[in-house]
């Protein structure tokens, strides 16, 4: 496993308490990822929070609103350069971090009959489904509904709104859901972003 060796120095609030956010809710490869980084900043002199959010367009107006001091966002997140572009915010860091094991998950002691079943999965994840799915079953047999994150995916099984989900272990325990079929970890790199500092003009 790769170790985060941090070399990044977020600025600090004169609270002396640093807020990190990402995308939840609880489950999530994000929050997986946060938590890591959280371990590596861990100080005496510094007291840290965490906040999860609905989106990622959420976390990034907690991060333009102060409300948060820096936002973990994952490279797999297809409107990152939604964070890049936005001229009030500055990349801090760059690092890899390999994501929870992803799989094809369903309610304990339930059985799924594939076709015309409901799945819902991250837009990011849903490439693994051909690999997720037994070779005999038709994809197109299959109704795919995108959620906002692994953990709303497997949420929505949960509370029987969906019949399958791509998701990770971390959720998939979180909402006792089990795995149908399993493809692994993904080997992921992350971004981390704060507010520019403002400029003095004299």
């Known amino acids: 496993m790769l170790k985060f060796n941090i070399e990044f120095r977020p600025r600090i609030p004169p609270s002396n308490t640093l807020t990190l956010g990402t995308l939840g809710p609880s489950g999530t490869s994000s929050e997986y990822a946060l938590i890591h980084v959280v371990s590596q900043l861990i100080s005496e002199e510094l007291s840290i929070s965490t906040q999860l959010f609905n989106s990622f367009p959420e976390l990034k107006e907690a991060l333009l609103h102060n409300q948060v001091d820096l936002a973990?966002?994952?490279?797999?997140?297809d409107q990152i350069n939604e964070f890049y572009m936005e001229p009030s915010l500055e990349l801090g860091f760059i690092f890899t971090y390999p994501t929870p094991i992803y799989g094809l998950a369903?309610?304990?002691?339930?059985?799924?009959?594939?076709?015309?079943s409901r799945?819902?999965?991250h837009p990011a994840p849903l490439p693994?489904?051909?690999?997720?799915?037994?070779?005999?079953?038709d994809e197109s047999e299959i109704k795919v509904d995108l959620s906002l994150s692994t953990s709303d995916a497997a949420i929505q099984v949960k509370e029987g709104l969906a019949d399958l989900a791509i998701t990770n272990e971390k959720a998939a325990q979180i909402y006792d859901l089990e795995f149908i079929s399993t493809y692994g970890k993904i080997h992921m790199s992350w971004s981390i972003f704060q507010k520019k500092s403002e400029e003095v003009h004299v």
């Open 72 to 77: 973990l966002v994952p490279h797999a997140y």
């Open 106 to 116: 369903k309610k304990k002691n339930s059985s799924v009959i594939f076709k015309g």
């Open 119 to 121: 799945l819902v999965t």
């Open 128 to 137: 693994l489904l051909s690999k997720l799915l037994p070779d005999s079953q």
